[in-house]
Nanobody, 123 residues
Framework: VQLQASGGGLVQAGGSLRLSCPFSGGHPSLYTMGWFRQRPGMEREFVARQSRIQGRTDYADSVKDRFTISRDYTKNTVYLQMNNLQPEDTAVYYC?????????????????WGQGTQVTVSS
C-alpha cells in the first residue's frame, strides 16, 4: 500500500485548503483511511478517519465542523477539506490507512503512512 499526501501550502487565517492522498497497492474499499497531523514540538495526532464500514467518519474535536474527510473511489484518492483554518492548524499533515474498520486514534494503530505535507496558517 502506498500513500502520498499533497496539497499543503501557506494560507491566511480563515482560508481553506484541500489535501489529497492517492492510494495504490490495494483495493481502497478494504481500508479505513485517516488523516493525522504533527504540530511543531508536538506528537502526531489524529485528525479524521473514514471507515471502510459504511464510510462512517470521525473527527478530532478541534477540527469538527471545519474539516471534512472524503474519498473518491474512481480516483483512488482520499481528501481532507479544511475550512476556516486557524494558526493552530499549522502542522505537517499525513494520510494513513489500515485494514481495521475502526482503528484507534493513536498513530501506532495504523499500518500504512504517506509522506507528510506542510500546512502553514498565518494570522
Amino acid at each position: 500500500v502506498q500513500l502520498q499526501a499533497s496539497g499543503g501550502g501557506l494560507v491566511q487565517a480563515g482560508g481553506s485548503l484541500r489535501l489529497s492522498c492517492p492510494f495504490s497497492g490495494g483495493h481502497p474499499s478494504l481500508y479505513t483511511m485517516g488523516w493525522f497531523r504533527q504540530r511543531p514540538g508536538m506528537e502526531r495526532e489524529f485528525v479524521a478517519r473514514q471507515s471502510r464500514i459504511q464510510g462512517r467518519t470521525d473527527y478530532a474535536d478541534s477540527v469538527k465542523d471545519r474539516f471534512t474527510i472524503s474519498r473518491d473511489y474512481t480516483k483512488n484518492t482520499v481528501y481532507l477539506q479544511m475550512n476556516n483554518l486557524q494558526p493552530e492548524d499549522t502542522a505537517v499533515y499525513y494520510c494513513a490507512a489500515d485494514r481495521a474498520p475502526f482503528p484507534a486514534s493513536g498513530p501506532s494503530s495504523w499500518n500504512y503512512w504517506g509522506q507528510g505535507t506542510q500546512v502553514t496558517v498565518s494570522s
